[in-house]
């Protein structure tokens, strides 16, 4: 099932339900994907490219989190929260540290990565193999661990 057939029964559900929350937030996916049908680039959406645009959307939401934690506005740090937690249902699910590990030194191996300068060559080979399943932040911060 596509993400425009998913979030579409889903945006009635919540509708239904009045969950403002998850209207709001899905209704913003909603226009994300037609923005990228309508942009003249003829650009298809496949599961790849629909990750990407989720991921997108969190992390707008997350640098906005922040901004609003460091000026101490709860009720709008709030509002990114929840749609973060709606956005991460759209998702695969996360890889936790540890299933990361094993799948990251094996990429590393491939590369023959020895040191940070092959950090490109191997955070690229990573974003392509765990596609959704783990952010970048994490895949940053676990191969320079690795490569140090």
Do not use: C, F, H, W
């Not at 399943?133 to 940053?140: F, M």
């Amino acid at each position: 099932m596509s993400l425009e057939t998913k979030i579409m029964g889903d945006l009635k559900t919540a509708m239904k339900a009045k969950d403002k929350a998850a209207m709001r937030t899905i209704r913003a996916i909603k226009a994300a994907i037609i923005l990228i049908k309508t942009d003249g680039s003829g650009t298809e959406l496949n599961d790849e490219s629909e990750i990407k645009l989720v991921q997108k959307l969190i992390k707008s939401r997350q640098d906005s989190l922040e901004i609003y934690v460091k000026q101490d506005r709860e009720e709008l740090a709030a509002t990114e929260r929840e749609e973060i937690a709606v956005l991460q249902r759209y998702l695969p699910q996360q890889l936790s540290e540890a299933e990361l590990m094993p799948i990251l030194k094996e990429i590393i191996a491939t590369t023959g990565a020895t040191n940070m300068k092959d950090m490109g060559k191997v955070m690229g080979m990573a974003s392509k193999k765990l596609a959704g399943q783990a952010d970048g932040k994490t895949l940053s911060s676990i191969i320079k661990n690795l490569l140090t």
